[in-house]
């Protein structure tokens, strides 16, 4: 959904949608499971439950910036 949203709100066609999400999509989601499984693994085993939202936005920061990245260099 990322790809759809940012390409259509940069006044891209639904075209490049259709290229970036057929391209695109497998990457991202395998470095999506890279990312998100071992973070919230950790999350849930050793983060008290009241301070689990810090690391889910020390994470969450870099993780938009990768999936800008890889919006704007296809």
Do not use: D, H
Request: one cysteine or more; proline letters at 5%; hydrophobic letters at 40%.
């Amino acid at each position: 959904l990322a790809y759809c949203n940012l390409t259509l709100l940069n006044k891209g066609t639904i075209e490049e949608v259709k290229y970036k999400m057929g391209n695109l999509f497998g990457p991202t989601i395998t470095m999506n499971w890279c990312v998100w499984v071992p973070t919230q693994i950790i999350n849930f085993k050793f983060i008290q439950p009241t301070n689990r939202i810090y690391l889910v936005n020390f994470v969450q920061i870099p993780w938009v910036s990768y999936l800008s990245w890889k919006n704007n260099k296809s």
